[in-house]
Nanobody, 115 residues
């Protein structure tokens, strides 16, 4: 069982930056993909950015050029640097990890961007 703990959310003004972190712990075999999804109020959960174990990355079009995902495989940790934030980025951000095909989710961290 993999546990994911997120940190780094909060309130920021439009144009500002935040950095999210997510550390995986527990019984870990081999995490392949690790990344971030978000869910705004009244909307479905959507992909933000995901990074594979071999540096492959996938970003939502809405965050390309503003968000950067990085990963420390030795620490089983993934980061999301978010720049030029807009109110449309307001959501609960969830960490996700795929260990041998089994998906695990963090509890979520709130990101609120004020205009």
């Amino acid at each position: 069982q993999v546990q994911l703990v997120e940190s780094g959310g909060g309130l920021v003004q439009a144009g500002g930056s935040l950095r999210l972190s997510c550390a995986a712990s527990g019984i870990i075999f081999s995490i392949n993909r690790m990344g971030w999804y978000r869910q705004a109020l009244g909307k479905q959960r959507e992909l933000v950015a995901v990074r594979g174990s071999v540096r492959s990355t996938n970003y939502a079009d809405s965050v390309k050029g503003r968000f950067t995902i990085s990963r420390d495989n030795a620490k089983n940790t993934v980061y999301l640097q978010m720049n030029s934030l807009t109110p449309e980025d307001t959501a609960v951000y969830y960490c996700y990890a795929d260990d041998r095909g089994f998906g695990f989710w963090g509890q979520g961290t709130q990101v609120t961007v004020s205009s």
